[in-house]
């Protein structure tokens, strides 16, 4: 059976896309496709992405991955997340409390604020949301 998707780098036709699922989550739009990989379906439409920044510490950090809500438990996030450990080694991130189960299954654990590069946690601070969301710092060296 031919895989439900494949990872590949993203291009400009999947900024509405890309844009669309961002905005589902209450994040702000991509700030560039630098380093952004889509899981693409069979029609080679966007089911999902990751974005990996790095900070100015060299770590290289999840900033965000999604999964359209149509396609999660399918191992999108998983192989979305796999590729870019195969390719940056150590991850760090500041997961929301309702993905914390998913980085949980992948591995990872909760980590000290101060790994974190500040181009990520700045996100958080001031965010009226902070006590719904519950961030976590995790990384998975
Ligand atoms: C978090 C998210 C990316 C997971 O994507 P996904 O494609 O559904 O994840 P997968 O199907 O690859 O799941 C991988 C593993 O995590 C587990 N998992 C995923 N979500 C889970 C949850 N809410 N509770 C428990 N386990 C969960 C799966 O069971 C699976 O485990 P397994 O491989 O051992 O069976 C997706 O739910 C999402 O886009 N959420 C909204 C955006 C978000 O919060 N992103 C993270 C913050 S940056």
């Known amino acids: 059976m031919a895989d439900l998707f494949t990872l590949r780098a993203a291009v400009e036709a999947d900024r509405p896309y890309l844009d669309a699922y961002c905005w589902n989550e209450g994040m702000d739009n991509l700030p560039s496709l630098e380093r952004v990989t889509v899981a693409a379906n069979a029609d080679d439409e966007p089911v999902g992405f990751i974005r990996i920044a790095l900070g ?17 438990g ?3 996030g998983r192989a979305l997340m796999e590729a870019a450990a195969a390719e940056h080694g150590e991850l760090r991130l500041v997961a929301r409390g309702a993905s914390v189960p998913f980085y949980d299954a992948l591995g990872f654990e909760e980590c000290d604020w101060g790994l ?3 181009s ?15 961030p976590k ?3 998975r060296g």
Do not use: K
């Not at 100015?56 to 999660?72: E, K, L, Y």
């Not at 990520?120 to 519950?134: A, H, I, K, R, S």
């Open 74 to 76: 399918y191992g999108v």
């Open 116 to 118: 974190i590069d500040t």
């Open 120 to 134: 990520v946690t700045e996100n958080c601070e001031g965010c009226e949301l902070v006590d719904e969301c519950n």
């Open 137 to 139: 710092p995790m990384r």
């Open 56 to 72: 100015a510490n060299g770590a290289a950090h999840v900033n965000p991955v999604v999964t359209h809500a149509s396609w999660r």
